[in-house]
């Protein structure tokens, strides 16, 4: 039985890694200024046109495009195991179950609850577990009984997208932006709230690497770093990003895996603007 790994572009997985991987990737659209662009913009032209953006949205797919992608992939394909961004993020989880039935036990949707590297890894972890032979209806249960596996912490370099996409009040972004607050937003597969709130890009770094601590000790209850993958996303500021990748290699040493360094996907970039780095933890559920 051949299955294959269905996922979005909320990911951020690049050409390479996709072809590398054998999965498809539905895109996810985004509008600036009403004008629609995908993930092939260049990262100048895109970082000029949210700056000075007056109105930024996102939309996912229709239900007719993601039939149509699933019909062409049963051609070549015995199943499909859709793996999208979390369900407490964006309702194409929802698509999947909606058009599950009209497959004949063929699809099989998984809220991940996950987003960004987190989503990275556990399509990573799936494609372990098909290789294994792990059926696609246990590989969902699996990811569904773990779904508190991780956690996302972002810092934000300013409150302008947030308060573009309705996510905080205009007068709470002048606030925020006239005190230079960084604000750190956390997400474990729900909408993003702010964890903590620094003045400076020095201490919002440090107070991430303290929040990973903190929940490798209490909500994981286990500092064993092999047990874990730690991932390095940023928007703009690739040196950032390195910095804290350095940063947190010395405060715990080596993890299951090299820690990557990712550039966010655009599609969540319009949400939070340039210079944003954060850095996500997920504990592992295949041991191989």
């Known amino acids: 039985m051949k299955t294959v790994i269905v996922t979005d572009n909320g990911a951020g997985f690049s050409t390479d890694e996709i072809k590398k991987l054998g999965i498809k990737v539905i895109s996810l659209r985004f509008f600036i200024d009403e004008v629609e662009y995908d993930d092939l913009v260049s990262d100048d032209i895109f970082f000029d046109k949210i700056i000075s953006a007056k109105t930024i949205s996102t939309s996912q797919p229709s239900i007719s495009d993601v039939e149509e992608v699933f019909k062409d992939l049963l051609k070549e394909y015995d199943n499909i195991l859709y793996m999208p961004m979390s369900s407490g993020l964006s309702g194409t989880y929802n698509t999947g179950k909606t058009i599950e039935k009209d497959f004949d036990g063929k699809v099989f949707t998984v809220d991940t609850r996950k987003i960004s590297v987190l989503q990275k890894f556990a399509v990573i972890d799936a494609i372990d577990f098909i290789n294994r032979g792990i059926s696609p209806s246990e590989i969902r249960n699996i990811f569904e009984k773990n779904k508190n596996n991780s956690s996302i912490y972002i810092m934000v370099d300013t409150l302008d997208f ?8 205009p007068l709470v972004a002048k606030i925020g ?49 092999m047990k874990y993958m730690l991932g390095v996303a940023y928007t703009s500021n690739v040196l950032w990003a390195n910095e804290l990748r350095d940063s947190i290699k010395e405060n715990f040493g080596e993890f299951k895996r090299e820690i990557p360094v990712d550039s966010l996907a655009k599609f969540i970039s319009c949400h939070i603007g340039p210079n944003a780095i954060g850095v996500a933890i997920y504990k592992n559920l295949n041991e191989n």
């Open 177 to 225: 932006n006239l005190l230079q607050i960084k604000p750190i937003m956390f997400s474990d597969g729900g909408k993003f709230e702010v964890a903590k709130k620094e003045r400076t890009v020095k201490n919002a770094k440090e107070k991430m690497i303290e929040l990973i601590k903190d929940d490798m000790k209490g909500k994981f209850g286990d500092m064993d770093t």
């Open 162 to 169: 947030l308060k573009k996409g309705g996510r905080v009040s």
